[in-house]
């Protein structure tokens, strides 16, 4: 549905002015329209529904934001979908805010309220970030000032664009392990027990994403062509810009935009694998790859010193610049390598860095990580921290975020995950 409050504030405003609704009657409307959208109940296949952990949710509605010349769009129906978010509280629609520099202050105090009170709505999106991101990927500044989301956090310019912007997630985790000869079904690559430095085993890391990507683009594309074949959209074509100048379904390219999306999974985890691997391995030399690996075969199984060297390495989320430059490195590799492709639509695979619920289904072929994770425990969502690595507080978890090149590598969007405990909101300000 995307901006909805751009799209309806019109007809609401004419109706007040002639008498036909009030502002109780909107917000009533509003409600039911939530309520009537978490009747959608997607069909998946059993596999699909355990992977997303139950029954997918993707309808995203935003609101606020800028209008195409960058004016702030915050109108009244802005405020009646916050109050609906507030009462309602609705596994659907997913609601965000579209946040940016001269975003109203009460617009902000009431987003920061609702959440404050516990409301898992709206997730907060940055225009400051998104815009550029966008216009970088060949939007139109007035196209990217105009987006929403899709699905979860996906950015689009949505009258124009069709980006199947959720065509796979990579478990990069998996490309580590192949990189460490945990596993043999990757690239063939030169052992892990040669390397001397860090930067070669990140080396051998990068064989194998660009090994696994490739793999995926095949895959990928008999996909694309089926649906373009098989399963045109007429309806969506005809709501599209571009479909009916060219005559082209959108499911064959006759969109003005054709990206297609693409998740990197576990930046974290291998990000902190790697500080770890540098500082226990390289630079203290507590033990050697070797006798890493066997720890790791082991599931850290009788060496539980050897885990807790790893554990206490650097960890992404605390603000530390010697672990989040493998984050930005490990962000790099994966997006460099879509990069290279092209989808059958003509468009570009863009990388993104959110996880849906992978980072709990891939634990079923991903093991132990020279991280000190052990077989069985949860990746990292998105680009948040590890469950329970980040130490340093709120601020630094966010200072290792904003400090990735999200703009450049990041373009399918990301998730990072912040909760607060709620004793520490309850005295004085604590929207503020």
């Known amino acids: 549905p995307g901006r909805l409050d751009q799209l309806l504030d019109p007809y609401y405003e004419a109706d007040l002015e002639a008498g036909r609704i009030d502002e109780q009657g909107a917000l009533e409307l509003v409600g039911c329209f939530t309520v009537k959208i978490s009747e959608i109940v997607p069909v998946f296949s059993r596999r699909i529904t355990r992977f997303h952990g139950g029954l997918f949710n993707g309808q995203v509605v935003v609101v606020g934001g800028t209008d195409a010349e960058g004016r702030d769009?915050?109108?009244p129906m802005t405020w009646l979908f916050l109050e609906a978010m507030g009462q309602l509280r609705m596994r659907q629609p997913n609601y965000h805010a579209r946040l940016h520099q001269r975003s109203p202050r009460p617009y902000v105090?009431?987003?920061?309220?609702?959440?404050?009170?516990?409301?898992?709505?709206?997730?907060?999106?940055?225009?400051?970030?998104?815009?550029?991101?966008?216009?970088?990927?060949?939007?139109?500044?007035?196209?990217?000032?105009?987006?929403s989301p899709v699905g979860c956090v996906e950015p689009v310019a949505g009258s124009a664009t069709f980006g199947s912007t959720d065509a796979a997630l990579v478990n990069l985790p998996?490309?580590?392990?192949?990189?460490?000869?945990?596993?043999?079904?990757?690239?063939?690559?030169?052992?892990?027990v040669g390397c001397t430095e860090i930067g070669q085993l990140v080396e051998l890391f990068a064989a194998q994403v660009e090994h696994l990507v490739e793999s995926m683009r095949v895959e990928l594309q008999a996909i694309e062509r089926a649906n373009a074949r098989w399963h045109p959209?007429?309806?969506?074509?005809?709501?599209?810009?571009?479909?009916?100048?060219?005559?082209?379904?959108?499911?064959?390219?006759?969109?003005?935009?054709?990206?297609?999306?693409?998740?990197?999974?576990?930046?974290?985890?291998?990000?902190?694998?790697?500080?770890?691997?540098?500082?226990?391995?390289?630079?203290?030399?507590?033990?050697?790859?070797?006798?890493?690996?066997?720890a790791l075969r082991r599931d850290f199984a009788g060496q539980p010193h050897l885990r807790g060297h790893l554990l206490r390495a650097p960890k992404y989320g605390n603000d530390d610049p010697r672990v989040d430059r493998f984050a930005r490195q490990v962000m790099a590799i994966f997006s460099d390598a879509l990069a290279l492709r092209k989808n059958t639509r003509g468009g570009d695979y863009w990388a993104g860095f959110y996880s849906v619920t992978a980072h709990q289904a891939f634990?079923?072929?991903?093991?132990?990580?020279?991280?000190?994770?052990?077989?069985?425990?949860?990746?990292?969502?998105?680009?948040?921290?590890?469950?329970?690595?980040?130490?340093?507080?709120?601020?630094?978890?966010?200072?290792?975020?904003?400090g990735l090149d999200l703009v450049q590598r990041a373009r399918n969007g990301v998730n990072v995950n912040l909760k607060l405990d709620r004793g520490a909101l309850a005295h004085g300000d604590g929207a503020a």
């Not at 998996?174 to 043999?184: I, Q, T, V, Y």
């Not at 297609?260 to 507590?286: C, M, N, Y």
């Not at 132990?368 to 590890?386: C, E, I, K, V, Y």
């Open 233 to 294: 959209t007429p309806l969506t074509s005809a709501l599209l810009q571009g479909c009916l100048e060219s005559g082209t379904d959108a499911s064959a390219g006759g969109a003005r935009y054709n990206g297609s999306g693409v998740q990197g999974v576990g930046v974290a985890d291998v990000a902190d694998s790697l500080a770890a691997i540098e500082q226990v391995v390289f630079e203290q030399r507590i033990c050697d790859i070797a006798a890493l690996v066997a």
């Open 363 to 402: 634990v079923e072929t991903t093991g132990a990580l020279p991280s000190g994770r052990l077989a069985g425990q949860p990746l990292a969502s998105g680009l948040s921290p590890a469950n329970g690595l980040d130490r340093r507080g709120p601020t630094a978890c966010l200072n290792s975020a904003a």
């Open 109 to 147: 105090e009431r987003i920061a309220t609702m959440l404050e009170q516990g409301s898992g709505a709206p997730s907060l999106i940055n225009d400051e970030v998104i815009v550029p991101m966008l216009v970088g990927r060949g939007a139109t500044i007035a196209d990217a000032r105009d987006y």
């Open 73 to 75: 769009a915050t109108n």
């Open 174 to 192: 998996l490309c580590l392990e192949r990189a460490l000869g945990l596993k043999s079904d990757g690239a063939p690559t030169a052992p892990a």
